[in-house]
């Protein structure tokens, strides 16, 4: 069993950076990184492959965000730089499988979200 708590978000300015942070109990061998904004489908952003060391990142955030984890704190980080007005959204952690970790997998846990404004 696993769970899930993200924290972090809150209001930046366009232009600014914010890092969020997932604090997991229990193993996770593959994590990522989801956000919903109203009136849109839920949107994978990054994911993290903890045994091959593998990242990938949506079109949408690549070169502005990064994906990364605490072995130790097995704790999951989103570092958003050059945030923009339609990052705005709550941002989802969550945890699979090691085998087929990809963006449009099913994963089996979830976090409650944190909101992330950009304004």
């Known amino acids: 069993h696993v769970q899930l708590v993200e924290s972090g978000g809150g209001s930046v300015q366009p232009g600014g950076s914010l890092r969020l942070s997932c604090a997991a109990s229990?193993?996770?061998?593959?994590m990522a990184w989801f956000r919903q904004a109203p009136g849109y489908e839920r949107e994978g952003v990054a994911i993290?492959?903890?045994?091959?060391?593998?990242?990938t990142y949506a079109d949408s955030v690549k070169g502005r965000f990064t994906i990364s984890k605490d072995n130790a704190k097995n704790t999951l980080y989103l570092q958003m730089n050059a945030v923009k007005s339609e990052d705005t959204a709550v941002y989802y952690c969550?945890?699979?499988?090691?085998?087929?970790?990809?963006?449009?997998?099913?994963?089996?846990?979830w976090g409650q979200g944190t909101q992330v404004t950009v304004s």
């Open positions: 229990g193993y996770t061998d593959c």
């Open positions: 969550a945890a699979g499988p090691a085998i087929g970790c990809w963006l449009d997998s099913p994963f089996a846990y």
């Open positions: 993290m492959s903890i045994l091959g060391s593998r990242t």
